[in-house]
Every structure is written in C-alpha cells, then in structure tokens.
DNA sequence: CAGGAAATAATTTGATCATATTCTAGGCAA
DNA sequence: TTGCCTAGAATATGATCAAATTATTTCCTG
C-alpha cells in the first residue's frame, strides 16, 4: 500500500523536484557561462562527480547536452575541454548577433508590458552596482541574465534558443576579457535600450542593442583575435 | 613532440571504432531528420534499445544530445517526444535560414573550388533521380546532403551548426509535408544556384538559396499553419 | 440497477548507481 | 627513439529504485 508519500513535502532537502541530471546540467553551464571553467581547460567526468558531489551519469549526460550546444568540445579521443575561440569563431558570433538580438529586442519592444519594462529597469539597476562593486562574477551574471530576459519577452522561443546558445560559446572568453580590463571599462547600452522600449520605438531598441552587441563583442574580439593570431 | 600514430588505418576492423553513444545518436538522429519519427510521437528510452538494439545508458545520452539540439522536446514529465511545430515556430525558422542560408552560400562560393561544384553538381543529378524514382527518403536525405556539404564548404562552424540544427528541427514536419504533396511537386532552386557558384557569383547564389528556402518552406507553413490550427 | 467518478492497484518507463570492460596516455626499459 | 606495460579515466551493462500512466475496482448517485 503506498502512502499519500506527499506532493511537495521537502523535509530532507531543499531541492525541488528536479532530476539530478537536470541540476548538474544547470550547475554546470553556469560554471562555463560565468567563466569558472578557463578556455582550454579539460573537463572530466570524475572531476565533476566530486566537485559537484553528483553521480556518474548524471554528470555524463549533462556534459553531452553541453557539447551539444557548443559550451563545450569533444576532443575526438574520450576528451572533453571548454572551446577555445579563436578570430574566425568570433567574428561569426558577432555576425550572428547582430542580427539576432537586434530582431529579438524588437519584438520584445513590442510585447513587453510595463511590468516587464520595471523589471529590466530593476536588473539593470542591480548590473550598475555590481560594476560599482567590481563583483565580476555578478557582473557576468547579471548581464546574461537581462540579455536572457530580453530574449524571452520576444516570445520566439527558437530564436532565442540561437541566441542563448551564443552566449555558452563565448561565455568563458568574455571572462577573461572581463578580467583583464576591469568592470568599470566595461560600457554598455542598456539605458538607451530600456530609453527606447519604454517609448516603444522598436526601431531604436533594435539599433540600441546592436551597438551594445558590437561594444561588448568587439572587446572580445581585439582582446583575444589580436593576440592569439596564430594557433 | 611526436605524434600518436596509426589516425585512421583500421583497414581489418570492418566496425569503425565509434563509441556506441556516437553510433546510436547518428542512427537517432537520422531518424527524426528523415521523418521516421512522425510529429508528436513519444520517443521512450526502452522502446529504442528494442529498435536499435543497444543499450540504455547510449540511447540516453544520444537522446539528451537531441534535445539539446531541438530535435527532440523534454516534456516536463520525464516524457520524450518529437516537436509538434505550430504556425508561429515555423515562421522563425524560415526567417533564420532566410539569413543564414544566404550568407553560408556566399561564403561558400567564395571558397568552393571546382572539385566542389562538381560534387554538388553529382549530388543534385542524384537527387534528381530520387524525384523521378517518387522516392521520398532519398529525397529527404539527398537534399538535406546537398545544403549540409554548402554549409561545410562555408567554413564557418558556428554558423553552420546553427543552420544545421533548424534542419533537425522540421524535419519531421518536413517529411509530412512531403508525404502529401508528393516528391513531383518539390521543385527547388539547385540549379540556380549551381550556376551562380561556377559563374562566382556569390551575391546571386546567395539570392537563389533564398528564394530555395522560401519556396521550401513556405509549402511547410501553409501545410501545417493553416491546416492544423487546433490542437 | 446502471452509470460514472474517484481511489487504488498494476504495469510500464525513467533515473540512478555500482561494477565490469575498454581505451588512452604516459612512464620505463631496451 | 621505440615498444611494452601499467595506471587511470571513459564507456557500457544490468540491477534497483522511483515515478507516472493505465487499468481496475469500488462506492456513490440518479
């Protein structure tokens, strides 16, 4: 006779529901997503059961859905690594995001409703400070975060799935670029953005966000294309 | 520092030595790319070890591979299945190969050389026989051949993984589509095309691949937008 | 007495782990 | 340098546990 067993009642933990495939795959994305993992760095399966404290197969399975995405590489012989970028790499990510975010915050302009609007406002806010802190790790954090939001009001979920799966690509570059220059030489275009959108001009907002896209990857660009030309 | 030798001379072992989780995802994604799945179906770990006799842990990981690439939907529930595509979805596909088809086509007849557009003369002679014979899965998997070997002679990876990953994602809708009309009524702009890259005219073989595109996958929108608006 | 809804049993399927096997890399000796 | 050998990591299997859907039963209502 099985019990009621309950629903939700979490007494031993305060994990949800989730499957541990799931939670290791989002702990580890976010390790590459914020740079905790360097470029080049090679990734073990055993590594990670003891870093994460997880399982075997679970921490299998999470890593196949990131090499999948292109967060991180497989190396022909049973080696996994994070993807070094190199000019070429990067001059298609620029590519590629210029023309997709711009397209994403247009149709986010149009849909996003006031609230939407305050909350974007609010993240920002919270980015400001954490460059006025020189919390790196917020700052990266912060910033995919209201990128990832902006891709979601534009209810496109393929095409934000493109955009998202960009920034694993050229999430652990950026934190070394990051590291290199310092949060506070690090401009961004988000109060012409949120300028824009709340005038629901999404012409502007596109155009806005553009340059925040060339701003931001051309850094990566200069910092990792002009010094690594060879390899 | 030397090299290991031996790179590829397994003359005797008539198995290649792929991992079977590399096998099993090749086989699996053929599957939904050529529409063996139909849209919908529920795809279950213990149903494909049977089919594809293997075991549990590479279906798994082929499956988790999938997913992350579009090409199969986690439903909430620990249920599997192939995408559903609905009127709106399909609308951002043909918009994003509308750009990436056409810029992957002009670089790659920047960078093909003869030998290349002889080979994509043969495929496209091939897959004109396929036509004619009204075989269909040739047609499906000649096609989507000729457009992944123009993404390759791009040589722009990103670019080309994302372009390939919107094929993973109609491909079962495609394969209803085609199922319908017939291969007879499936004209493309191949030949166009062709021309364009001898004559090194990237900019109209840019322009042919679109108009391929639209006329491709326009048949898939009115097929299933508008027949299909319930459900 | 019949029909249906809710609860419960049963079967199917997914998730995880422990373990055995296979392969690669690097050291060591000739 | 070359070849063998060992260590360690990745791959793959099967068993076990947990969850969910399906089927069944029961009880209530008309």
Chains 1, 2 share one sequence.
Not at 29 to 42: C, E, M, S, W
Not at 78 to 90: D, G, K, S, T
Not at 219 to 228: A, M, N, T
């Amino acid at each position: 006779m099985n019990k009621a067993a309950g629903k939700l009642a979490d007494s031993d933990g305060a994990k949800g529901r989730l499957p541990a495939h799931e939670v290791i795959y989002r702990q580890l994305r976010d390790l590459v997503l914020y740079g905790d993992l360097a470029p080049g760095q090679a990734v073990t399966i055993q590594g990670l059961t003891e870093r994460l404290a997880a399982g075997m197969t679970p921490v299998r399975e999470a890593i196949r859905r990131l090499i999948a995405e292109g967060a991180l590489e497989f190396q022909g012989n049973r080696r996994v690594c994070v993807p070094l970028l190199n000019a070429e790499n990067i001059s298609e990510i620029i590519l590629a995001r210029q023309w997709l975010d711009p397209h994403l915050s247009l149709r986010a302009t149009q849909r996003a409703t006031p609230d939407d609007l305050d909350e974007l406002t609010a993240m920002d806010t919270t980015l400001d400070q954490s460059i006025l802190r020189g919390d790196l790790r917020g700052y990266l954090e912060l910033n995919y975060k209201f990128h990832k939001r902006l891709y979601e009001l534009a209810e496109a979920p393929i095409l934000a799935d493109m955009a998202d799966g960009l920034w694993l690509r050229f999430g652990p570059s950026l934190r070394v670029v990051c590291g290199r220059l310092g949060t506070q030489n690090l401009p961004d275009k988000h109060k012409d953005l949120l300028q824009a959108m709340r005038a629901r001009d999404a012409e502007e907002a596109a155009r806005a966000i553009r340059e925040d896209v060339i701003q931001g990857m051309e850094q990566v660009r200069q910092s990792f294309g002009g010094q690594d030309p060879l390899n």
